[in-house]
């Protein structure tokens, strides 16, 4: 069946850096795009970027573009999220998504936690 699951998250200072991985299982990898999504507290979960199926990357809103980074590697099956110079509102569950034929596929999360 299919799998996503997150690592790299934790906490660290305003202006740090952390790299989230994304493992995935189960189904053809290299054939979909893959998805980062972040949720902070009491707010709704909202896209951050996407990669295709080529590499190339979309939709990164104004508030992370320039400081975050999606990539993947194929023979991985892994895609990452680098995310540099953090601040605190970049607080927040980030998930690993992804959706194939009809069906949406989320891994559990990984929490960034962005404080001094």
């Known amino acids: 069946q299919v799998q996503l699951v997150e690592s790299g998250g934790g906490l660290v200072q305003p202006g740090g850096s952390l790299r989230l991985s994304c493992a995935a299982s189960g189904f053809a990898f290299s054939r979909y795009a893959m998805s980062w999504y972040r949720q902070a507290p009491g707010k709704e979960r909202e896209l951050v970027v996407t990669v295709t199926t080529d590499g190339d990357s979309i939709n990164y809103p104004d508030s992370v573009k320039g400081r975050f980074t999606i990539s993947r590697d194929n023979a991985q099956n892994t895609v990452y999220l680098q995310l540099n110079s953090l601040k605190p509102e970049d607080t927040a569950v980030y998930y690993c998504?992804?959706?194939?034929?009809?069906?949406?596929?989320w891994g559990q999360g990984t929490q960034v936690t962005v404080s001094s």
């Open positions: 998504y992804t959706h194939i034929r009809f069906s949406a596929y």
